[in-house]
């Protein structure tokens, strides 16, 4: 598989927005689960939002209303929006794919993972 590589991180004021991109070649054909991961030191790894093979999105509760994920087929890309960056938000932000079943995603069956993309907030 070609690795997953994220971009668009950044500094950004409490309020603002960022929009982060995942070039995702082979995982974007509905066979996997893509999804948005993020982690601060010290703290383990959070699922902020994920597609479905199936199309089906979720979102952590921290980030509902705030933040989008969605996936542009055609340039086998995957983005997360995010708008009303609080500073509890800042951490390093991670592209993740899982192989999808029926019932729902396989992410403790060795996910691929991008490198990260720091994303930090300030009040």
């Known amino acids: 598989q070609e690795p997953l590589v994220e971009s668009g991180g950044g500094s950004v004021q409490a309020g603002g927005s960022l929009k982060l991109s995942c070039a995702a070649s082979?995982?974007?054909?509905?066979?996997?689960?893509m999804g948005w991961f993020r982690q601060v030191p010290g703290k383990e790894r959070e699922k902020v939002a994920q597609?479905?093979?199936?199309?089906?999105?979720t979102y952590a509760d921290s980030v509902k209303g705030r933040f989008t994920i969605s996936q542009d087929k055609t340039k086998n890309t995957l983005y997360l929006q995010m708008d009303s960056l609080k500073p509890e938000d800042s951490a390093m932000y991670y592209c993740?794919?899982?192989?999808?079943?029926?019932?729902?995603?396989?992410?403790?069956?060795?996910?691929?993972w991008g490198q990260g993309t720091q994303v930090t907030v300030s009040s």
């Open positions: 993740a794919a899982a192989l999808r079943v029926v019932l729902g995603c396989l992410w403790n069956r060795d996910p691929y």
């Open positions: 597609i479905h093979g199936d199309g089906t999105i």
């Open positions: 082979g995982y974007t054909d509905g066979h996997y689960c």
